[in-house]
């Protein structure tokens, strides 16, 4: 069964640096996102993207994040300067054309610790 | 817009015993209605879904029903195991044409032998 892939499953980072965690969605989705859950609470939704350009974004997803598709397979959330705040799994997902009713499948997730 | 209210956690069962997680939502027309299983230390992967009213969404022994009366999409498994230990969320897509889910507060199960 077609996954969603993310790298690095772990990464720690210093306050103030910035981190770019990577995913290649399914390859012949459409529509790309990113999400996150601070420990314990719930999923909240950062941004959507299709067709090339960021299509929704929440509150939470400030200038201090960006999102790419570089290449056409990888999918890239950047956060530029590091708040302790930050530290949380995010995990990428993606649907295809249906998804809405089909569902959509996520990655496994990058934990991000920030100290 | 768009969301869904889930029963507080935790719930600790016996194996074998009989579960029910409940899951309430607010939605503009009739969207998709999801449950996602998250195991320790895994990402979410979608359990079961039901497309329309009184669809019938069923997974693993897991099943939930679309009911517009109440609103609800409550899941339930008649006989849980050891295995089933993870935290469930109930999930829609928001009102938009680009699908983002809303969630649910999530739910943790841990059942003991």
């Known amino acids: 069964e077609p996954e969603v892939t993310q790298t690095p499953s772990h990464q720690v980072t210093q306050m103030g640096q910035e981190v770019i965690l990577r995913c290649v969605p399914i390859s012949n989705h459409l529509y790309f996102y990113w999400y996150r859950q601070i420990l314990g609470q719930k999923v909240e939704f950062l941004v959507s993207?299709?067709?090339?350009?960021?299509?929704?974004k929440s509150e939470i997803f400030d200038d201090q994040f960006s999102v790419e598709r570089p290449d056409g397979s990888n999918f890239t959330l950047k956060i530029r300067s590091t708040k302790l705040e930050d530290s949380a799994m995010y995990f990428c997902a993606s649907g295809g054309a249906g998804a809405r009713e089909r569902g959509y499948t996520f990655g496994s997730g990058t934990r991000l610790t920030v100290v | 817009g768009n969301s869904v209210t889930q029963m507080e956690g935790p719930v600790t069962l016996s194996e074998e015993a009989f579960l029910t997680i409940n899951c309430t939502y607010t939605?503009?027309?009739?969207?998709?209605l999801f449950w996602y299983v998250q195991y320790p230390g895994e990402g979410l992967q979608l359990l079961l879904k039901a497309t329309k009213a009184d669809d019938k969404g069923s997974n693993k022994g897991f099943e939930a029903t679309y009911r517009k009366e109440t609103t609800s999409f409550h899941l339930e498994k008649g006989s849980v195991q050891v295995s089933d230990s993870a935290v469930y969320f109930c999930a829609l897509p928001g009102g938009t044409s680009y699908g983002k889910l809303t969630f649910g507060q999530g739910t943790i199960l841990t059942v003991h032998p």
């Open positions: 993207f299709y067709n090339n350009e960021i299509s929704e």
């Open positions: 939605a503009t027309g009739y969207p998709s």
